[in-house]
């Protein structure tokens, strides 16, 4: 048995013309798919942040198994995905309910225990409310996270025991975000209406670093949000309409306007009730009326004491009863005048009747009341809040550009008619009022130009060409390894193994003239040419076989042996 030589696996490569070039093609395959897949890498984009240690583990376990590759950033604040399936992502966890959140909601009512005392459910229903408002103010663009404390006291039968219930918030807002007062505001109603009996008074917020949040809505300056941003409102509404109106006439840049507005926020609720004065006479309505009249008549007999005279009957008088005529009611007089006045009168007026029962010895009573309306009048006014009190308005206007004496653009001032029209459109514009104190100043003066300091970047810091260049550098990189693997592997392949056989030529002595068949003689030299140098090389390898076998005819017989044995 043989034993085959070191060198002949490497004898048995050379020999085999295919081999190379499958392994060469194998090679730049390998290496265009990698450069391929390497400037494929996604995107990736984060899918959640600041997670807990117990959400991040569920998510990593789902993520595995739904086989959506992940990775963390740079110091593990946030879990990364391919940033076409975030969406996809926060779908599916979402319906495992991930994740749930560091605070617990009202999913903790879900798995009651039998037989649970009534202390356990109210803390977990205030911890349950707690989570729940959590959540809600984590839905706030600026906040990070939320933490809720709800003090609610316990329901007492005696009013003088019971106690309004509390509140206070701690946000951890974002890193370089800020929030403002009518956020703060927004919280703040939001717990409240949330609680019952819960007053936005009693509701303090405190972001992370330990500032007071809620002091603006404490109504300490007397004004709160809506108030605030109704002010701004109206001013920014004058504003608008001065320079709608001037800007036509000097240009767009060339007017400036401000506008303050002093608002009457207070409400005004005024009741107040009018008498007229005394009516005149025969226009007062009468209201009610009464009279009554009593008559009793006397007897002829004697009465009294017996005597001279008490005996004796009445005598008949003698002088004539005249009647008085009616008096007029006094104008503007009172019902209890009124009712004397006709009682008199009705007095007055029976003097004859009761003259008459007075002869038969008879007595006889008339009496009359009449009540008369009086004017009343009752007003309710209720003025609500919003009305200007007054209104300061400061207008500034560009000079005019005209032609200087060489052509070149000069500022010029606006005349005086300009001026005063202006002023007058200003007014119109704003509804101005002399009773109301408002002012109106407008100033001509000559705007400052501004000087702009424009940093010249580098082409090579700019972050849209940095951006290009990474592009450009992956594309050309593949390009130029493309082009390595063809001018350096595949091209001497193809030139060494797909060049055609050509035949050995005879020696130069017994060589014959070939015929011209293509009748070309440049191309009948060219191949002479070829065949010649073909023929020289062949005889220059059996020299050097015919001078190796004299010298060393030990080499060629191991070189025969060699060849017998790989057959």
Do not use: C
């Not at 009294?304 to 104008?331: C, E, M």
């Not at 390009?479 to 130069?508: D, I, M, N, S």
């Amino acid at each position: 048995m043989s034993t085959a030589a070191p060198g002949s696996m490497l004898d048995q490569l050379r020999a085999n013309p295919r081999l190379p070039l499958a392994i060469g093609v194998s090679v730049v395959v390998a290496a265009v798919a990698a450069l391929w897949l390497w400037s494929r890498t996604p995107d990736y984009g984060v899918l959640y942040s600041n997670l807990s240690d117990r959400d991040g583990g569920a998510i990593i376990a789902s993520l595995q198994q739904m086989n959506i590759p992940y990775k963390f950033a740079e110091g593990g604040g946030a879990l990364m995905v391919a940033a076409g399936k975030v969406p996809e992502a926060r779908l599916r966890l979402a319906s495992q309910g991930l994740p749930k959140g560091g605070s617990a909601g009202f999913e903790l009512m879900d798995n009651q225990k039998f037989g649970t005392s009534q202390f356990v459910e109210q803390v977990n229903y205030q911890r349950a409310l707690e989570g729940e408002l959590a959540r809600s103010i984590n839905s706030i663009s600026a906040v990070d996270s939320a933490r809720v404390h709800l003090a609610l006291p316990k329901p007492s039968l005696f009013v003088r025991e019971q106690k309004s219930p509390s509140a206070s918030v701690v946000l951890t807002l974002h890193r370089g975000r800020s929030i403002d007062e009518g956020q703060v505001s927004a919280i703040v109603h939001l717990i409240s209406s949330s609680v019952p009996e819960l007053s936005a008074k009693a509701i303090t917020v405190v972001d992370q670093a330990g500032n007071l949040l809620s002091a603006a809505n404490s109504g300490a300056r007397g004004l709160d949000v809506s108030q605030l941003k109704y002010t701004n409102e109206i001013e920014q509404g004058f504003i608008r309409r001065i320079e709608a109106i001037l800007q036509p006439m000097v240009g767009p840049a060339n007017v400036r306007a401000q506008v303050t507005a002093d608002i009457d926020f207070s409400v005004v609720e005024a009741t107040d009730e009018k008498y007229r004065p005394n009516q005149e006479p025969g226009t007062a309505a009468i209201r009610s009326e009464q009279s009554s009249e009593s008559a009793q008549p006397g007897n002829n007999t004697p009465s009294g004491v017996p005597g001279a005279l008490t005996n004796q009957p009445q005598v008949n008088p003698v002088a004539p009863i005249s009647t008085v005529p009616p008096v007029a009611p006094k104008p503007g007089a009172a019902a209890v005048d009124q009712m004397k006045i006709s009682t008199e009168l009705g007095n007055l007026g029976n003097l004859s009747s009761l003259g008459g029962l007075a002869r038969s010895g008879g007595s006889g009573r008339k009496d009359g009341t009449t009540n008369y309306e009086l004017d009343r009048s009752i007003r309710h006014v209720q003025q609500g809040a919003g009305g200007i009190k007054r209104l300061s308005v400061a207008v500034v206007v560009n000079y005019r550009s005209a032609a200087g004496a060489q052509g070149k653009p000069t500022a010029q001032a606006l005349s005086a008619a300009e001026l005063e029209q202006i002023q007058n459109l200003v007014k119109e514009a704003m509804g101005f009022n002399r009773e109301r104190g408002d002012s109106v100043n407008v100033v001509n003066s000559l705007f400052a130009t501004e000087v702009v300091e424009t940093v010249d970047v580098p082409a090579w810091r700019q972050a849209g060409n940095i951006e290009m260049a990474k592009t450009l550098g992956q594309y050309l990189l593949l390009g130029l390894a493309a082009l390595f693997v063809w001018f350096a592997v595949l091209r001497p392949l193809l030139r060494k193994h797909l060049q055609p056989a050509t035949a050995v030529a005879p020696p130069l002595g017994k060589q014959e003239p070939q015929p011209d068949i293509t009748g070309a003689p440049g191309v009948a030299s060219v191949q002479a040419q070829a065949a010649q140098r073909e023929g020289q090389r062949h005889l220059d390898n059996v020299q050097y076989a015919q001078d190796a076998s004299a010298n060393d005819p030990r080499m060629v017989a191991m070189l025969i042996q060699n060849w017998m044995d790989k057959k």
